[in-house]
């Protein structure tokens, strides 16, 4: 079949300097419950299909198949509103899409069947309370030596504790690029996967922006992440645009990038 790079050409845009270690962020979808307690679903299910078509196109090519992540925006408490009943405790910290709610699985079903790549091998990660993300985001901050600079681009204003869960004093708002540095962060894995190349898939919406991602992008590499990421912005009609890999630049470089994020924030 010939060497792993020579296979990486047979899938469209692969680098072929690294077919393996590629993690997939298969669309930022979101998740609420109506006045009558229904789930409903505003699924990203375009950008789901396109990283789907992608995944299947490794394996084709007889190469890895990536980690295939999907993300959720949500109203309400996941664990507890949106996870199937009999988890174990640690099925519920580390979701796959088979683990979700027959009513959020019912949706992503078809596009899954279709490129034959089953639900439990997608990782579904929902979004994080913005107070979580906020303490593991702070602990990174306290510890990782992140100029203020670059601290101040990843806050704005404050925020009450979300309905549901437990009273505490008000905190500060994470901006939309600070929360989906965690999704670019879950999607790449911890180090033991080894991953070296991010393909992100999303659509242009309320909670999923383009500007919020390319700027989350450039946070990812400013806090230490060495994957290399492409977005890829997928349109109402399905197509696909691409964009350029994006590889972490070297210390002084990143410096140089914290200052100028910093400098041109706003509140996304």
């Not at 999303?202 to 590499?221: I, K, N, P, V």
């Amino acid at each position: 079949m010939g060497s792993a790079a020579q296979r990486s050409e047979q899938v469209p845009g692969v680098p072929p300097h690294r077919p393996g270690g590629v993690g997939i962020l298969a669309g930022n979808s979101r998740v609420s419950l109506d006045s009558d307690g229904v789930i409903e679903v505003q699924a990203q299910l375009r950008a789901f299909d396109a990283a789907l078509a992608l995944a299947r196109g490794y394996r084709e090519a007889g190469l890895p198949m990536p980690r295939v992540s999907v993300a959720f925006d949500h109203r309400g408490i996941f664990r507890t509103q949106f996870l199937d009943d009999g988890l174990s405790n640690s099925q519920k910290r580390r979701p796959r899409l088979s683990h979700l709610h027959p009513d959020i699985r019912t949706v992503f079903q078809p596009a899954a069947t279709r490129h034959q790549i089953a639900l439990g091998d997608i990782h579904a990660i929902h979004a994080i309370h913005e107070d979580s993300a906020r303490q593991h985001l702070s602990h990174t901050l306290a510890h990782g030596g992140v100029p203020e600079r670059l601290v101040r681009s990843m806050l704005a204003g404050i925020t009450e504790p979300p309905a549901g869960e437990d009273p505490q004093v008000p905190t500060q708002r994470l901006t939309c690029a600070a929360i989906t540095t965690e999704y670019f962060a879950r999607a790449a894995g911890d180090a033991a996967s080894g991953t070296t190349l991010l393909e992100v898939f999303f659509e242009d919406s309320a909670w999923s922006g383009r500007l919020a991602y390319g700027r989350g992008l450039q946070l990812s590499h400013l806090l230490g992440s060495t994957s290399t990421i492409r977005l890829n912005l997928v349109s109402e009609c399905g197509v696909v645009s691409q964009g350029a890999w994006i590889a972490p630049k070297p210390a002084g470089a990143a410096a140089e990038a914290s200052a100028a994020a910093a400098s041109g924030r706003t509140d996304a």
